[in-house]
């Protein structure tokens, strides 16, 4: 669709991300629609994100460096390239997208690798669990991924003050979720 809009308008299109600065990134329509409202003139719906996670981001620059993990996940980069990505992290001075400590945040407080909810917590599961939501009842990070941040505007429309998120396996798309998890539980 987006190839489509771009070939249509014949020009090139700057835009900043569809959400507001340090929230849950959209993964719908609807989801820009609630962030964003009348400060948009339009949207343009090609339908729920298939991959969820925003993009991987390689610097090129010297040895290749993972900047953001993403929805391809490091391994499958390093294995393309026949070796290992270095990586790169300074939540005081970023140098991509996604790198500030706080990001990608819910309203509600998040607490990561929780087995059980506590009293007062919405629990986010994982695998076959018991949980108010799940990310993925079958423990495929794929679906895991896609769902993540419409799981993250779910807790919020329930006005979920304390969430409980089950352990995400650290492997593969595993690690891009955690990351996104690790932040949004960061101290704001």
């Known amino acids: 669709m987006a190839q489509g809009l771009l070939a249509a308008f014949g020009g090139p299109v700057a835009a900043p991300s569809a959400n507001p600065s340090g929230r849950i990134s959209p993964t719908t329509a609807a989801h820009v629609r609630d962030g964003l409202g009348d400060r948009i003139d339009a949207l343009v719906d090609g339908g729920p994100c298939a991959v969820g996670l925003e993009s991987t981001i390689v610097a090129c620059l010297g040895a290749p460096t993972l900047l953001r993990a993403g929805g391809i996940p490091a391994e499958a980069i390093a294995a393309c390239l026949g070796r290992p990505l270095a ?5 005081d001075a970023p140098v991509s997208p996604g790198q500030l400590l706080s990001h990608y945040a819910p309203v509600g407080r998040v607490r990561l690798n929780a087995t059980a909810r ?7 599961g994982f695998g076959a669990m018991e949980a108010d939501l799940n990310l993925s009842p079958a423990g495929d990070l794929a679906e895991a991924a896609a769902r993540l941040f419409d799981c993250l505007h779910q807790l919020d429309a329930m006005g979920a003050a304390r969430i409980a998120v089950a352990p995400i396996p650290d492997h593969g798309l595993g690690r891009a979720i955690n990351d996104r998890l690790k932040r949004a539980a960061a101290p704001r």
């Open 87 to 91: 990586t790169s992290e300074n939540p």
């Open 118 to 124: 506590q009293d007062g917590e919405v629990m986010l």
